[in-house]
């Protein structure tokens, strides 16, 4: 192990064209604008095309952040994608980002942890890169969770949309005080039947649909994810007063809220992306730091917490000095 730090060098993302509003659904099924903003803050979300894969969402989030980090892919030797929604059962979905970014060395892989990939993916990543086995990782999330849905649900298929988000991370200076400062991960498979989906290779032979207990979630997720963010920050002599930006998963507005009124934390030092993507899954997290960055909110120096929760639950969060 080193006492150097991994740091976050740059972010990208990419959204497909299609954007699909509240107004639009309210044709495929019997809900209202109204109702999805006043109990989600939704208000649109993009789809994939057809045709269009995980994996050409991830490669075009990835080469966006090589860009933002001026470097090119002989510069990686790792790709993690955190995605609940693969092109095909196998090969992971980072083989075929791999391929379409024409990268023949190193290492790629997939995590599977559903909306919380993402946090996962940077703890992976931190730890692989600290342990040298690598020196420089494109960590992306990724879905197209459009496919996954019962359009034919109300429940669920407003909830949701497609995406990508990516980040380079690679070791820092010695010395040099940003970086990934603290992570916590945590799961607790007794919740997995309330977020699940119907289907599976081992279990039907079949994708299925995501099915959902929505109050049973929503339950649980303010104080998960409070617990998470007091872990990391405790670990680190931080308080919530220290913290410049909070970037949660953007699965719920009223989740947000709720998680922000908890901590204590000022309206306007959280990220809030929900309305215009919906949630994306492993990929909302990313997202969210990317409109951030792009528009100037987070800048180098700053101390961002980024949080997750999601099925089986999994839930984590990690603090990060930009
Ligand atoms: N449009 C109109 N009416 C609807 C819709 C819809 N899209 N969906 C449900 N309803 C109806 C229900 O049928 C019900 O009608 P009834 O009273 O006649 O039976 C009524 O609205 C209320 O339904 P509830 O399920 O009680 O609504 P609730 O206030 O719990 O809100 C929601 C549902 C938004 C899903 C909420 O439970 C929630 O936010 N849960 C968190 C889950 C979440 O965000 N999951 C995302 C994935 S998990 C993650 O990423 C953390």
Known sequence: MTDRRTIIRSVGAYLPAQVMTNDDLSKIVDTTDEWIQQRTGIKQRHIAAEGENTSDLAAAAARKAMENAGITIADIDL??????????????????????????HGAAFDIQAVCSGFVYAVATA???????????????????ASRLLDWTDRTTCVLFGDGAGAVVMEMGKPG???GVLATALRSDGQHWNKLYVDGGVSSTRTVGHVRMEGKEVFKHAVGMITDV???????????IADLDW????QAN?????????????????VVVTVDR???????SV????????????????????IEAMGGGFTWGASLIRW
């Open 79 to 104: 790709i993690i994608v955190a995605t609940t929604t693969p092109d095909m059962t196998f090969p992971a979905t980072a083989a075929v980002v791999q391929q379409k970014l024409g990268m023949h």
């Open 126 to 144: 931190d730890s692989y890169l600290k342990n040298g086995l690598g020196k420089r990782a494109l960590v992306i999330g990724a879905e197209t």
């Open 176 to 178: 040099e005080d940003r």
């Open 229 to 239: 963010v007091y872990k990391v920050l405790d670990d680190t002599g931080n308080t």
């Open 246 to 249: 909070f970037v949660p998963h």
């Open 253 to 269: 507005k009223r989740i947000i809220d709720g998680a922000g009124v908890k901590l204590g934390l000022p309206p306007e030092k």
């Open 277 to 283: 993507h919906a949630n994306t899954s492993a990929a």
């Open 286 to 305: 990313p997202l969210a730091l990317n409109t951030a960055v792009a528009d100037g909110r987070i800048k180098r120096g700053d101390l961002v917490m």
